[in-house]
């Protein structure tokens, strides 16, 4: 007689983090530098992964609040209406440790021939 092994239900998948861009636009200054605006959704739960950006962040929480992870920073909340700024080259991870989907509207300044995001592993 043969054997079943015993399956073991998938975890869930974490939630998924969704980024719409919205508008991409060349700068007229030297350098080659390109602005994008992005709409953000963390679902309840989510997080968005330890990353950097090699330009300038500044992001709007139009719903929800988000919980940011900053490198050499404390961690700080930023609620409905609040802003907030990310430099270019540090680590950080935002999350959604609340009760409601979090929105943003986030602007990107970064050089052209560079990635926007790049993920870091350690």
Not at 53 to 77: C, F, I, N, Q, R
């Amino acid at each position: 007689a043969g054997s079943v092994a015993a399956q073991q239900p998938a975890a869930p998948a974490a939630p998924t983090v969704t980024r719409t861009p919205l508008r991409t636009q060349d700068l007229p200054m030297p350098g080659g530098y390109v602005a994008t605006l992005v709409s953000v959704e963390l679902p309840v739960g989510s997080r968005e992964g330890r990353h950097v950006h090699s330009g300038t962040l500044v992001a709007y929480v139009k719903d929800g609040a988000l919980t940011l992870d900053y490198e050499g920073k404390p961690t700080v909340t930023y609620k409905t209406g609040e802003t907030f700024f990310v430099e270019p080259g540090k680590v950080h991870e935002g999350m959604n440790k609340g009760n409601v989907t979090t929105r943003l509207i986030a602007t990107f300044v970064f050089p052209k021939d560079q990635p926007m995001t790049t993920q870091v592993t350690k």
